[in-house]
């Protein structure tokens, strides 16, 4: 690595300003499971690391007018076995507790994470189909932007010069709701995922028809994506095969996989809809016993 400069301050306030008096040659560092990588590989180079882990209320897992507020310094790991995300939001836990490997979990942070905008990492595509809001704070306030507009390109993200990822907020889902996670790994279950789908079904009060449906998907694009074509199917509809078969035809039009060591561009396509299609009846099945029709 390249010698730099090492702050740690203790309030958010102080880290503003160290992020002010260095600019664009300051990295914000919470766990580090991916900086260090990248400053091991000389992928970047900052004069000045700033450390978030003496700021004290970032950890934070609270409640939020009946959803979530996951503080940026929260870990996967308290993410995971936290009784509240696991109370309100069960699919939130279950796909932090996909994430790698437990010791990877116990340092990664749900704020580190976003800002690091891999469109490979497991958490961000259940954010995405959740309609998670992510708050910012600068030296000029404070701001909330739709995950869905915070993700701009490849390791990209909306953050400013000075901005850093304070937390992620998520509403509770309606009534007769239900979600689903899945991914498809080649290899080690440590390993990003080939595909990885999060479906969210809301049913009418029939508890049998689709109200509403919301899919994301990981590692097919240079960021999370939704795909919308897709979901516009499945408005009014019942479950059935072709309906999941149309859906997953869809959702392979919103996605621009690279080929690489987990597959081929052509099959990554062709997995999208089969793991859409499998992660939509998991979650109708869920959204059924949520209504009481199953």
Not at 97 to 124: E, F, K
């Amino acid at each position: 690595m390249n010698a730099f400069d090492y702050r740690s301050p203790r309030s958010l306030d102080e880290a503003l300003a160290v992020l002010g008096e260095y600019g664009e040659d300051a990295r914000v560092v919470a766990g580090g499971t991916a900086l260090v990588t990248m400053m091991r590989q000389r992928l970047v180079q900052p004069s000045c690391l700033v450390s978030l882990r003496a700021v004290q209320g970032l950890d934070r897992i609270e409640t939020d007018n009946g959803g979530l507020r996951l503080g940026a310094l929260a870990t996967h790991r308290e993410a995971e076995t936290s009784p509240l995300v696991r109370e309100r939001i069960p699919v939130l836990a279950e796909t932090f507790r996909r994430v790698a490997t437990v010791r990877i979990r116990h340092m990664a942070t749900v704020g580190g994470a976003l800002a690091h905008a891999d469109p490979n990492q497991d958490p961000p595509v259940t954010l995405l189909a959740l309609g998670a809001r992510v708050e910012i704070r600068g030296a000029q306030g404070s701001r909330e932007l739709p995950l869905a507009e915070f993700f701009r390109d490849y390791y990209e993200t909306a953050l400013e010069p000075g901005e850093l990822v304070t937390a992620i907020k998520v509403a509770p889902p309606p009534p007769a709701t239900g979600a689903a996670f899945l991914k498809f790994l080649p290899r080690t279950a440590d390993d990003y995922a080939t595909v990885a789908a999060a479906a969210i079904v809301t049913l009418d009060p029939d508890g049998i028809r689709c109200r509403e449906a919301r899919i994301a998907l990981g590692s097919v694009g240079v960021t999370p994506l939704r795909a919308r074509s897709a979901e516009a199917l499945l408005a009014g509809e019942g479950l059935s095969e072709s309906v999941l078969r149309d859906a997953g035809e869809a959702a392979k039009t919103a996605v621009d996989p690279l080929s690489d060591h987990r597959g081929s561009a052509a099959y990554k396509l062709e997995m999208t809809a089969v793991m859409v299609g499998r992660a939509l009846t998991q979650a109708w099945e869920a959204a059924r016993r949520a209504a009481g029709t199953r």
